[in-house]
């Protein structure tokens, strides 16, 4: 007889298999997700770059939380693995939906609707699909897991919003130019805010081991990875001078 449990477990498992399906056509096909840099305005209908950043990822939070009360039925008690994971979870996505999209220094660029729309629909599903095993606490049990993950992914999110930070500092108000990042990790890889994010969700996976856990780790580096391949080569495009003995994603690897 197959356990509420396994049912879950094989939906993580084609989950993945969705997502491996993805990076190869993001990245063997060379396939460029038409916004930030790489906007292009024939995908459709476009919305503001700001606003299609908010409602693409406060889908994720709010997913987690249903799926974790559902499964919880609303009681609330879990395992310190399970509750350090919602908490992880969710300070991520205030920084990614409340706090980045809105200190965008350029506010008339604007993103495909159908960009938005994909991408509420992957976190819909990545976001309820971990609230639900979090919620039942179906995670491997172990406290060194636990804080080696708490440790990666504080790592993770202090690059990522570093990253971010000198990003967008790097054009005063009203600027719409493009510059070449010099400083911290930008001096090794291309992408070091993306970089960051894979180390935090890393460290999630770590925190709370799942079937849920890792589809959503393959799918950070389904989605991050061929981004960071068009971040690279958009500014060897652009810039004649930029560092060619930069490295895409991870340093010294790739």
Not at 52 to 59: A, C, N, R, T
Not at 121 to 127: E, R
Request: net charge positive.
């Amino acid at each position: 007889m197959v356990t509420q449990q396994q049912t879950f477990e094989n939906i993580g498992w084609l989950w993945i298999i969705i997502a491996l399906i993805t990076f190869c056509v993001l990245f063997f096909g060379k396939v460029t997700a038409p916004f930030g840099r790489h906007t292009r305005a024939d995908w459709g209908p476009m919305i503001a770059n700001s606003w299609g950043w908010f409602w693409m990822e406060i889908i994720s939070p709010l997913g987690l939380w249903i799926g974790f009360y559902i499964a919880n039925d609303g009681v609330f008690t879990v395992s310190i693995q399970a509750l350090i994971g919602m908490i992880a979870w969710t300070v991520h996505y205030i920084n990614r939906t409340f706090i980045f999209p809105f200190r965008m220094p350029n506010k008339k660029k604007k993103m495909p609707v159908i960009i938005m729309g994909s991408a509420i629909f992957f976190n819909s599903i990545n976001g309820t699909l971990n609230g639900y095993f979090l919620g039942h606490d179906w995670v491997f049990q172990s406290d060194y897991l636990m804080y080696l993950g708490i440790l990666l992914f504080s790592i993770g999110m202090y690059i990522n919003i570093k990253a971010d930070n000198i990003l967008l500092g790097l054009r005063k108000p009203g600027e719409t130019h493009y510059v070449i990042p010099n400083k911290f990790l930008f001096k090794k890889i291309c992408s070091p805010n993306l970089f960051g994010e894979i180390i935090e969700w890393v460290g999630f996976l770590c925190i709370a081991p799942s079937v849920a856990s890792l589809s959503f780790l393959i799918w950070t580096l389904a989605n991050l990875m061929p981004r960071a391949r068009d971040h690279y080569n958009w500014y060897i495009k652009k810039f004649v001078d930029y560092p060619k003995d930069r490295f895409v994603l991870f340093p010294f690897i790739w």
